[in-house]
Nanobody
Framework: QVQLVEYGGGSVQTGGSLRLSCVRS????????MAWFRQGPGGGREGVAY????????YYRNDVRGRFTISQDKDKNTVHLQMNSLKPEDTSMYYC????????????????????WGQGTQVTVSI
């Protein structure tokens, strides 16, 4: 059974950077895909970035493209989210997600397409 643990969240000022990491255990992450989602107070869970197991398919939500970078270290079963030029509107709980398949990648921002979630890590960006 796949388990995900996120860490790296924290509080920064506008323009600052944070690097989130998601450590995957229970399998060797040889197939499927992983993603980062976020959920603010009173809001729904929205897709932030996606990467498939071979790293050839990467997607971002529009408002983080150019500021955030998703990457993975297959040897360490870890996926990272480097977040630069952070803005107050990036303040959210960030979650790592995994799924065992890669079909319909265009549907990746739909949280219902993911079956394994981490517990989340809080990111707070102050003015």
């Amino acid at each position: 059974q796949v388990q995900l643990v996120e860490y790296g969240g924290g509080s920064v000022q506008t323009g600052g950077s944070l690097r989130l990491s998601c450590v995957r255990s229970g399998d060797s992450y040889s197939r499927g895909a992983m993603a980062w989602f976020r959920q603010g107070p009173g809001g729904g869970r929205e897709g932030v970035a996606y990467i498939n197991s071979d790293g050839r398919q990467i997607y971002y939500r529009n408002d983080v493209r150019g500021r955030f970078t998703i990457s993975q270290d297959k040897d360490k079963n870890t996926v990272h989210l480097q977040m630069n030029s952070l803005k107050p509107e990036d303040t959210s709980m960030y979650y790592c997600a995994a799924r065992p398949y890669q079909k319909t990648p265009e549907m990746w921002p739909n949280q219902g397409r993911w079956n394994t979630w981490g517990q989340g890590t809080q990111v707070t960006v102050s003015i």
